[in-house]
Nanobody, 122 residues
Framework: QVQVVESGGGLVQPGGSLTLSCAASGNDVSIYGMGWYRQVPGKERELVADIIKNGKTKYADSVKGRFTISRDNANNTVALQMNSLKSEDTAVYYC????????????????WGQGTQVTVSS
């Protein structure tokens, strides 16, 4: 079992910055992928950014150039630095971790955090 805990959400003005943090813990666990998703009411949860163990990253087109994902493999933590925030970034952000993926990139075992609200508003 893996526990996933996020922190760092809150209210920020448009154009501002915010950093989300996430820590995964569990006995003898080896985390492969770590990522951030977001969801607004009435819409599906969407990938924001993803980083695998070798440091390869993937971003949603809507956040490229504004958000940066990073991870600390030794401590199983991942952070999302969000700059130039827009009102459309308002959502509940979820941390996701997986223990490995199949050949199509789908995680075979994944865990989610409880979510943290990010509100971008003046």
């Amino acid at each position: 079992q893996v526990q996933v805990v996020e922190s760092g959400g809150g209210l920020v003005q448009p154009g501002g910055s915010l950093t989300l943090s996430c820590a995964a813990s569990g006995n003898d666990v080896s985390i492969y992928g770590m990522g951030w998703y977001r969801q607004v009411p009435g819409k599906e949860r969407e990938l924001v950014a993803d980083i695998i163990k070798n440091g390869k990253t993937k971003y949603a087109d809507s956040v490229k150039g504004r958000f940066t994902i990073s991870r600390d493999n030794a401590n199983n933590t991942v952070a999302l630095q969000m700059n130039s925030l827009k009102s459309e970034d308002t959502a509940v952000y979820y941390c996701n971790v997986d223990l490995g993926r199949d050949l199509r990139g789908r995680p075979w075992r994944e865990y989610w955090g409880q979510g943290t609200q990010v509100t971008v508003s003046s």
